[in-house]
């Protein structure tokens, strides 16, 4: 059973003032809670069955909508967050599951199609997407005549048909739990649990707002022509810990500092959880607000009209991460600094429940000894060695059991950030960030051991700068661990265990006195790749396919409300705490069979609000 309808040939239109709400100015959840919310027409295809079109009162269309079997039925749609949601909200109904054809396309052509209905239907050659509803824009149902609804429920129709067989031609590409995630991750938004507490927002609002101004004070921040000017602004955001970004000039061919409005590592700080470093950069940028104080009140705005509806977009990076959408980004809420935890405090469980938010502890640094065959590194995170530790007992060359506090510290930062080929300077700076100060010379011998201690992870760097070499002549080559990855030279994509493609779309090289310098195309524009960076990425893929099936794992016994990064968040029963936690952590210790050996593990807190635990 298919049910397939999307923004715009399902046509649920918000008229405010004389137009149709742009979903540029408002988000997706304030756009369907509006009161000034119409539902114009629904097309509905049930299996290969012919696409039905109903238009009326909204108790006309619940009626009609009534009519299928949702618990036993999967919803399709072509943006399905937009349409699960409305469902949800507007007529009650939530099904079984929820498949998505522009989740799909997010994940099989990246920046290679496009991902509009439009764009897909014209690449597989399914037929034409029709414009009636950029004439119907600004209308309400009352303002349709007979014959323009008619057109409009023809123009609903054949979307319907598209995003239908736009999923009978992309389905055989997707595995079972890749389908599954995507429902979960969409239930997370359409289907929401989560409570806010408003008088916690208020006064955090208040405290933001107040502090703004006197933050670019201790900042040191004395005119305008310090925010203005490259060099001194880089030289403010130094003195913050902050590593300033570069680019390489197009005018000189040289490295410069990347401070522009469109460069975006800069753009990037605006969200960065040094609340004095947002407020620098909006300063810069010339806006009013920093990402913490409209974030605090876009929390606010939820809070008054329900519960919150959080936000997952599935397959936003590269590598297959998740990210945040609908502008309230909860993948980079503060974990450290002055606001540190408050939003986090804001997000309660439901009354009779209580929040388990499980970390997976340093999955990339065990899936990259793994992958690459460090064996004792894999042995020592099996039995639960002190890593770091051992790490600051070689760079230091004393005993685990005579290394400081601040010495582990440095053997954590080598062992998270040294694993992907990172030079010396960005380690100083790396260092510095968290308030250790080394020298260039010191930050090279720290390297050097590293990669000296680990000769397996260096070496998967060096295979993997072959393998984009072989890539780029189209020659079949191999990354990794046997089983696990497997290299395609001729689609310049390298195939997850997810089944789905990691590509480098174009991948060219130039020469250079440095040998040779790939880069392939993106939404942004060409960007560099090497061998440390591919092994990045390919960590990050493999944490992130763990990642999903251990959610699915949880998500049989518990609801499953947000993921952050390598973090799963859900709600138990109050009186099954302990029980849930348990279960939670074990489900987080779970390998699937392709990732045999790899020694996973988790670090767990509940409370009644996410920043709590």
Known sequence: FFFSSRRRHTRFKCDWSSDVCSSDLITTEEYIRSPQFETIGVAVK??????????GTHEEIAEFLGGYDWANSALLAHNAMFDAAILAWRFDIKPRAILDTLSMARALHGTEVGNSLAKLSDHYQLGKKGT???DALGKRREDFTPSDLQAYGGYCINDVELTYKLWKCRAPSFKLTELQTISLTIKMFSEPVLEL???LLEAHLLEVRYRKEKLLDDAGVESRDELMSNLKFAEILRNLGVVVPTKISL???????????????????????????QSLVAARLGTKSTLEETRTQRFLGIASRGKLPVPIKYYAAHTGRFGGDDKINLQNLPSR???AGRLKKAILAPEGYTFIDADSAQIEARVLAWLAGQEDLVRAFANKEDVYKKMASAIYGKSENAITKDERFVGKTTILGCGYGMGAVKFQGQLKTFGVDVSLDEARRIIDIYRKTNPAVTTLWKQAQNMLINMSRAEACVLGRKGVLAVDPWENAIKLPSGLLMRYADLKYTE???GLEFSYKTRYGRTRIYGGKVIENVCQAIARCIIAEQMLKIGKRYRVVLTVHDAIGCVVPDAEVAEARA???????WTPEWAAGLPVNCESGTGKSYGDC
């Not at 049930?46 to 238009?55: L, M, P, V």
């Not at 000189?252 to 800069?266: H, I, P, R």
């Not at 279960?583 to 210790?589: A, I, S």
């Open 512 to 514: 250079s006195e440095q």
């Open 197 to 199: 507490d408003p008088k």
């Open 46 to 55: 049930e299996n290969d069955g012919e696409t039905r079109w109903c238009s």
């Open 583 to 589: 279960y939670v952590e074990e489900c987080m210790r």
């Open 251 to 277: 005018t000189t061919g040289k490295e410069t500092l990347a401070l522009a409005k469109n460069d975006e590592e800069f753009k990037a700080l605006a969200e960065h959880p040094d609340v004095r470093v």
């Open 132 to 134: 009636e509803v950029v």
């Open 337 to 339: 600094g002055a606001n």
